[in-house]
Each structure stands twice: as structure tokens, then as C-alpha cells.
């Protein structure tokens, strides 16, 4: 039976949910929003997310437009990077470009250790969402060691992390060194956002499906499940990456709740994949959003479906909310969930 007093996502997430099921949705807090595109006028994304101010409003825009049932901390995932003094920027258009790519032994100098008072705007900034927040609970999140590295390495984003395989293979000890760096630099990020309040945190692995389930295994999944091990335990946490249907019974290995599925896997088929002692998140293809309603919404209830063959479940996109997306829609999928969840859930026997 689901403890009323425990909110919905924390329940699902503990697999404790029973019919009721929670939603958010990835980059909820961003460009589909004409309010968001309002507010960030004239101000770069890394310096937006350094402002206590904007942070908070960001933040809790689609709480107040969509009434999902958490809020996701508006940041970015190499905010950290910057945050201890790495040249990089965010280029529209582009995304995170690094001035000095990490690519031999002393370019590691760069990743000094990150201390809580690096990120001291992000403890005022969650202390005031909390506050406002009340029982809607706050996500706070972090890049993964390996998607931060192949940043860092390839020195923005890549198509097929081609350095970042071959250092991983050509010079295994300095992949290792980078990976450890960055597992310090995460988890201090994370467990100050827990310290200021955040009810659950996400890790995004976002590039984790360039790899093969060797390599993943070998060089990447040590680096995350010290992250998750590392982290005091008092929350739910998340784990997330994009095209990681076969990697998805190994990233379950790392120590999260919960394991976020893209829109390629049905949740049943994953969670089968995952094992029974893990929630799942997602896994609505965000492409169906500008689908017909009627189309839409039945592929909704299909999600609901498949999920309720997990031990837990958590609404979410199978990825990141379009920036094309007409917000109205995302708020007439939360409307759906509400109100025929349950009884979808359990229809499906959950």
C-alpha cells in the first residue's frame, strides 16, 4: 500500500507507487516554454545558470504551467566543469565547446577537486525552491563520469566518439584518472543538491549508447557505481542514457532506483531486462508530440501500460522535451496520466 504522506515520485521510485503514477518530463525547464525563451533574453546559458534568481524561476515554470509532479533543477551537466574553472562554453547551436581538450597526462590539471562552496548559488538556489516547491518534490541531476569525459576529450559533442573510444582502449590509466576526477566532481555536485533539499537525483549518461556492453562494463560502469555508492543513500536516484537498450541489465548494476529508458525499449521489455528490484522511467518517443491527439494520447496510455509490469514506475519522455514542442500538449498528457492512470494501472495489473 503507498504511504499517502510519501510523495508520488519517491514512492514510485521506492516501488511503493500501488495505481497512483508520478510525471515529469526531461528539459521540462527550457526552450518549449515561451516563458523560459522570455526570461533568458540577452543571458548566456552557463551565466542563467549561475544566477540564484533564474534558477529558481527556471525551475519551477513548468511545475506552475504543467502541474507535473516533480521539478527538475535547471542547470547543465558541465556546469560543475565551470563551476572549478574549466575554459568552456555553451554555443547555441552547438552545444558545450571546451577551449583545451583533455588528451594527454597534464591536461588533467584542469580537473582540480570540486568543494560544495564551488556550487554555493546552487545551494541558495534549491533552499528557495524547496520552499516554494512544498511537497513537490526536487530533482537534482549530474552528468555521468564517461558522458562528461567525452566531452572533455573529443572537446564538445560528437557524432562517434572517436578520441574518447581510443583513449579508453590506447591509454586505459589516463582514462581511468579522468574518470576519476570527474566521479569526485559529480558527486560532490550531487550530494550538495541533496544537502540543499533535492528529494531525488538523476545521472545522465547520455552518450553511454556509443558503446558496446564490453567497454561499458569495463571502463565506464566502475566510474558510475561509485558515484551511486558514494552518495548517503536518503534519496532515490536515477540513472539515464539514450540508445542503451543493451546496456540497460548493466547500467541496472551501477546501484540506482530507478533506470531511465529511452522511447526504442517498451518498459515491460525493460524492465524484464533490468530485474525486479528496479523502478523504470520514461519512455513516450518526445518525436509523437507533434502527433495528433488522439494518436498521442493512446500512445501515452500504451506507455502507462508497459510500466505497470515494472515494480515502479515514473512518467517521462524516452528523452528531452523539443524545443518545438507546443507546451499545451505536455500539459494535456499530464491531465491523462492524472486522471486515467490509475485505472490503467491497474487494468494492467500492476
Partial sequence: MTDSTIPAL??????????????????????SL??????R????????????????????????????????????????????????DIVPGTGPVV????????????LVEMTPDDVDFVTAAIKTIVDELGETPLIGFAGAPFTLASYLVEGGPSKDHSRTKSMMAGDPELWNELCQRLVQISTVFLQAQIDAGARAVQLFDSWAGALSERDYRAQVLPHSTQVFGALEGDVPTIHFGVGTAELLGAMAEAGSDVVGVDWRTPLD??????????????????????????????????????????????????????????????????????????????????
Fill in 269 to 350: 521489455v525493460a524492465s524484464a531486462r533490468i530485474g525486479a528490484n528496479k523502478a523504470v522511467q520514461g519512455n513516450l518517443d518526445p518525436a509523437l508530440l507533434l502527433a495528433p491527439w488522439d494518436v498521442l494520447a493512446e500512445r501515452v496510455r500504451e506507455v502507462i501500460r508497459a510500466g505497470a509490469k515494472a515494480p515502479g514506475h515514473i512518467f517521462n519522455l524516452g528523452h528531452g522535451v523539443p524545443p518545438t514542442t507546443d507546451p499545451t500538449v505536455l500539459t494535456r498528457i499530464v491531465e491523462l496520466i492524472h486522471t486515467e492512470g490509475p485505472a490503467l494501472r491497474a487494468e494492467a495489473g500492476c
Fill in 41 to 88: 533574453v540577452g543571458t548566456r546559458m552557463l551565466d542563467a545558470c549561475s544566477d540564484p534568481e533564474m534558477i529558481h524561476e527556471i525551475t519551477l515554470q513548468p511545475v506552475r504551467r504543467h502541474k507535473v509532479d516533480a521539478a527538475i533543477f535547471f542547470s547543465d551537466i558541465v556546469l560543475p566543469l565551470k563551476a572549478i574553472g574549466m575554459d568552456l
Fill in 34 to 39: 515561451p516563458e523560459y525563451r522570455e526570461l
Fill in 99 to 110: 577551449a583545451n581538450p583533455i588528451r594527454r597526462r597534464e591536461d588533467l590539471a584542469q
Fill in 10 to 31: 519517491v514512492a514510485a521510485a521506492r516501488r511503493q507507487q500501488g495505481t497512483e503514477l508520478p510525471v515529469w518530463f526531461m528539459r521540462q525547464a527550457g526552450r
